[in-house]
């Protein structure tokens, strides 16, 4: 066996993704939250780059160019949103900032 | 058992291990520097997958740009420990079990997948370099590059807006700065 | 050597509209550089940008396909196919001009001395047009990808634009946080659709999800294409705000700027099932595959109708009572798409129906949200009592807003009632009566939360007596959009053929079709 099978890296990363995910759920402080959605999305990217390589065509490669263009740019308007919640609260934990339910 | 193959489970055991930290971290600085890490072995990793162009912009985008933009978020926010409480009582135990079906489900269905057994093919000398990527990205793809491009440009307007110091009220030239 | 594209011209002939729409969101940056954020012309540079937008679309509307295509098939505009440009894009870009045209109207007098930034907003409302007009167009993994998070980034910012408004921020912070993680769930869908077909173009998927090998009803074992197909669900799904996926929609309409709440109650809703009619018709709308995921969605319809009609019964706040009002919508819309392979009703046919009920409540919820936006800018508040005695206070807005809501809860002869009749009845044709039961049952229930604001509206007391102005945006939208409802009501036949022929063009690929 000298190569990786498609469905290991796949199988890898949806382990990433699952980690991820569970920053997600479990964790309450919106920087924490951030960065698992970034974990999330480095799991996709790896999903795409393997796929293109087990494919051998390179659409999953661009596929990758684009979504880490567009989580710089998810990136900074939730950091800008972020900043934004601290300055008018002065905390960042997903429940502190809600006032708004039902 | 040849360098690829070695690769792909050590640094894969890594990439989770590090991810596994980052979200057990307290301090958000240490977890951004699992973060670092884990982008870092993400890199390693697109090398194995013949994608060196992507390597690349992995390194200098996230693990450079991104990285950067948290730890000076973090750094402005002051990094305050942060609490572990638990807002809904059984909502943590509730999204464990939820996630692990999740991800047992997701599982079993990457591994049953037909496309699942497929091995690399051999490749061309150019696969994944930057002139494959370039050629490609300004032919076939040059649509989807311009509107990236308006989506930097619309993210970068938007973040100013929100993010700016000073009042927002009538006048911008009063508040600047 | 780079292989440019020959045919320029007809790429651009074809980009019309969204090349109209991006220099008009630049221009418009630019010249409000030159006014310095003072008021301007930006909402008349803008409505000008619409209009051109609009007849560049008309024009090609009626332009005959195989003279412009030059004998190319289906309309692609690109090399790679990615983006169509057919009768469904063109419904779906009039949808999203409108949209944004009756926007903007309402919002003149509501936006004025909210914030310094209003070249911005204005620009920011022609990019979320555009975003919807290339979701509408997009016919690849990476173009669906791109449109759908193009459109949530304008729409967190809208969202949150008012920054000295806590709940404006808060609003637009959830929205980003949800709508962050579902995105993340729906590329990791997308990413498996790519690693079982190893292209991103739908028509190969198509192909290759239809060979025998990847058949996953024949082969249960293998359930790779519904667990992808409902990980995208959750992306497209929280564009529709539709349950399980609206947890974000409630405190994002109540937060945001009204004018806001008003786009993101139709347009990301339009263009998320246009994406979502392209991506599961097209590809996966054959017998045997369409098992795979109708089923899911039927029942994502019922418990959307169910969940956004009851809980839209205790709300206090009109624009919070109006984010469950468009989750129920939304689960209508879903019975449509759910009943696709039925028989035609009506002269529709059921994917022809979805169009012509999001067409009916494009004018009938933008003409509610005008009367809200007026309210909301003359008492300083949305809570339903600022709704008090509405009839005494500005009679026109207080019928205006009736007609709306009885247009919304269905009742004929106005344009809700067809459009409920047309999905509803696909479903029964398509053997679905539960879910023809349940819309009918929610939409009496949703008759009480409406009757309770048209209650507050003739017989509350006002908290203070002066007569309620609108703006002169306000009266034009809201006249329009009661001459519609009414038109699309009485007359609906023209409007049934422009959704039929729109559809026409979401076929599902045939086996054979080789996509380059």
Known sequence: MNAVPLGHWLLLTTALFGVGAAGVLLRRNVMIVLMSVELMLNAVNIALVAAARAHGQIEGQLFVFFSLTVAAAEVAVGLALVVAIWRSLGRTDVDDVSVMHG | ?177 | ?516
Do not use: C
């Open chain 3, 1 to 516: 050597m780079l292989d440019l594209s020959p045919d320029w011209g007809v790429i651009l002939t074809h980009f019309a509209p969204e090349l109209i729409l991006v220099i008009g969101a630049l221009g418009l940056l630019s010249y409000d550089l030159y006014v310095r954020g003072k008021d301007g012309l930006q909402p008349w540079i803008t409505l000008g940008v619409l209009l051109a937008a609009a007849l560049a679309t008309g024009w090609l509307y009626t332009m005959d396909p195989a003279e412009v295509f030059e004998g190319r098939s289906a309309g692609e505009v690109f090399r790679s196919g990615a983006f169509l440009s057919d009768s469904f894009t063109h419904f779906f870009r009039l949808m999203s001009v409108l949209t944004a045209g009756l926007v903007t109207l309402s919002g003149i007098a509501y936006m004025r001395g909210k914030t310094a930034f209003k070249g911005e907003f204005y620009a920011f409302v022609l990019f979320a047009a555009l975003a919807m007009n290339l979701m509408a167009g997009a016919n690849d993994l990476i173009v669906i990808a791109l449109g759908i998070e193009f459109l949530s980034l304008v729409s967190y910012i809208l969202t949150g634009y008012i920054r000295e408004d806590r709940l404006s921020i808060e609003g637009g912070l959830k929205y980003f946080l949800y709508g962050s993680i579902t995105s993340a769930a729906m590329l990791f869908g997308l990413t498996y659709l790519y690693g079982i077909a190893g292209s991103t173009s739908l028509p190969v998927i198509a192909e290759a999800v239809r060979q025998p090998e990847n058949l996953v009803v024949t082969h249960l074992s293998t359930f790779i294409v519904p667990a992808a197909l409902f990980l995208v669900l959750a992306g497209i799904g929280f564009k529709v705000a539709i349950a399980p996926f609206h947890q974000w929609s409630p405190d994002a309409y109540q937060g945001a700027p009204t004018p806001v709440t008003a786009f993101l109650s139709v347009g990301p809703k339009a263009a998320g099932f246009a994406v979502m009619m392209r991506l599961f018709i097209t590809v996966f709308g054959t017998p045997e595959l369409s098992a795979t995921w109708l089923g899911v969605l039927g029942a994502l319809a019922g418990l959307t109708m169910i969940l956004g009609n009851v809980a839209a019964l205790t709300q206090s706040d009109v624009k919070r009572m109006m984010a469950y009002s468009s989750i129920a919508q939304a689960g209508y819309m879903l019975v449509g798409i759910a009943a696709f392979g039925g028989t035609a009703l009506m002269g529709t046919t059921p994917l022809g129906a979805v169009l012509f009920f999001i067409l009916a409540y494009l004018f009938t919820n933008l003409g509610a949200f005008a009367v809200i936006i007026a309210v909301d800018r003359l008492t300083g508040s949305s809570s339903v009592s600022a709704f008090a005695g509405l009839s005494k206070r500005s009679p026109f807005l207080a019928i205006a807003l009736t007609i709306f809501f009885l247009s919304l809860i269905g009742i004929p002869p106005l344009s809700g009632f067809f459009g409920k009749f047309a999905v509803f009845g696909a479903a029964v044709a398509s053997d679905m009566f539960g879910l023809a039961v349940v819309g009918v049952l929610t939409g009496v229930v949703s008759a009480v939360y409406y009757f309770q604001i048209v209650k507050t509206m003739y017989f509350g007391d006002p908290a203070e007596g002066g007569a309620l102005r609108p703006s002169p945006g306000v009266v034009f939208v809201v006249a329009t959009a009661l001459v519609m409802t009414l038109i699309i009501g009485l007359v609906p036949q023209p409007f049934i053929e422009i959704a039929n022929q729109a559809v026409t063009a979401l076929e599902p690929i045939a086996g054979s079709m080789v996509a380059r």
């Open chain 2, 1 to 177: 058992m040849s360098a690829e193959v070695l690769l792909f489970y050590v640094v894969g055991a890594l990439l989770l291990l590090s991810a596994g930290a980052m979200i057990r971290s307290n301090d958000p600085v240490h977890a951004a520097l699992w973060m670092v890490g884990n982008f870092l072995l993400t890199a390693v990793l697109y090398l194995v997958l013949q994608a060196p162009f992507i390597a690349a912009v992995q390194v200098i985008v996230y693990a450079g740009a991104i990285m950067v933009l948290f730890l000076f978020v973090v750094m402005l926010l002051g990094a305050q420990p942060m609490t572990r409480s638990e807002p809904i009582a059984g909502h943590r135990a509730t999204a464990v079990f939820g996630l692990v079906a999740l991800v047992a489900l997701l599982s079993v269905a990457v591994a049953r997948a037909p496309a699942a057994g497929r091995m690399p093919p051999p490749l061309t000398g150019d696969f994944g370099s930057p002139e494959a990527i370039g050629q490609a990205l300004f032919t076939d793809w040059v649509l989807p590059f311009e509107w990236v491009s308006l989506m930097l440009l619309v993210a970068l307007i938007g973040a100013v807006m929100i993010a700016r110091f000073g009042s927002q009220s009538e006048d911008p030239e009063e508040t600047s700065g």
